[in-house]
């Protein structure tokens, strides 16, 4: 029963050890890299440790992960169903106002060298007009 | 008499067990709504890299240590309470949980207090907006889980409800999991 107990609790301390390690990883490799896609990877790996080896979730009932499962599949639907519209600058009949502008002012900028000053020129852009002629206002998040 | 959930298992996990796993679906929808939302943002915005190098990566860092050697600790006092059944040890485990999730909060107002003098408010730009928000709510949720802790090692110290170490101690390791996303997310990846 003892030495039950302490190898319960030197894998315990291993897996913590494991985790440390891969977080320390995590940090060089992300600072090195820069790279989003290898930070969340490395970051899910050891969600996935903890999960199964300090929540038990290998052990659990398999319904638990369905539990579970149905919320990440929610989240991830918001993502996949929000990124593209976010990350897209134009579509079928729209068009985000930061880039209609971006691509107007080079347009003025191209044809006021003949002697009329853009009314944009020295200053940050606050509002255009969008694609059916009404104000928008660009935004810089 | 016991409470229901102590003992009672028709869908053959403990009730109590149960609750607390339906409990993180509803967590898993709100930080995972903030992180979706943030990666969203964060590949639209690249610039929000020059952001998070105001950020105190060694504080951040440290948080995470504490935060995983505090999901070690709750399962030491989980060991003990059921295993050994040394509520004693169990009660200094729960307790030294306690104070990893003081310490987190500790740092986590050292840094707030830099930023805040820095001139990064939450109204700075979204990034801030959203560095603000995801954290502390993050940090209420580590008072809660600390408060929960600690009220419950006092009646552990006495052999009473054990089972409710294992409880609070999946709550605690899904804070820390949280934590595992948020730190790397917002301190390192620029």
């Avoid at chain 1, 199964?52 to 991830?76: Q, R, S």
């Avoid at chain 2, 101690?169 to 949280?178: E, T």
Wanted: with cysteine; proline share 2%.
């Amino acid at each position: 029963m003892g030495n039950e107990a302490s190898n319960g609790k030197s894998s315990l301390i291993k897996i913590w050890a494991l985790l440390v390690v891969l977080l320390i990883v995590n940090i060089i490799v992300s600072k090195a890299t820069g790279l989003l896609v290898i930070t969340f990877g490395i970051a899910t790996v050891m969600a996935g440790i903890a999960l199964a080896y300090f929540m038990h979730l290998n052990t659990e009932k398999k319904y638990v992960w369905g539990v579970l499962t149905a919320a990440v599949i929610a989240i991830a639907g918001l993502f996949f169903g929000i990124a593209p519209d976010i990350l897209s600058n134009e579509g079928v009949n729209w068009e985000k106002c930061n880039s209609y502008n971006e691509k107007n002012l080079e347009r003025f900028a191209g044809h006021s060298h003949g002697g009329h000053e853009s009314p944009y020129e020295g200053h940050h852009v606050k509002t255009g007009l969008d694609k059916s002629g009404s104000v928008c206002t660009p935004q810089r998040f | 008499m016991k409470p229901i959930a102590t003992d009672r298992s028709a869908t053959g996990i403990p009730t109590g067990r149960l609750a607390m796993w339906l409990l993180l679906p509803g967590e898993i929808v709100i930080f995972g709504g903030l992180l979706a939302c943030y990666l969203v943002y964060r590949f639209h915005n690249p610039e929000w890299g020059v952001e998070s190098q105001h950020l105190n990566l060694v504080a951040g860092s440290i948080n995470a240590v504490i935060l995983l050697t505090s999901s070690l600790f709750i399962l030491l006092a989980q060991h003990a309470a059921e295993k050994e059944q040394d509520y004693a040890a169990a009660f200094k485990w729960m307790w030294a949980t306690v104070f990893c999730g003081i310490g987190y909060i500790s740092v986590k107002a050292y840094e707030y207090t830099h930023e805040i003098s820095e001139g990064f408010t939450i109204t700075a730009n979204v990034f801030w907006s959203f560095y603000y928000s995801a954290t502390a709510i993050h940090a209420a949720h580590v008072f809660a889980g600390g408060l929960a802790i600690a009220i419950l090692s006092f009646s552990v110290k006495q052999g009473k409800h054990i089972n409710r170490v294992e409880l609070t101690g999946i709550y605690w390791h899904f804070v820390d999991l949280v934590w595992i996303f948020l730190f790397p997310l917002l301190y390192i990846a620029g």
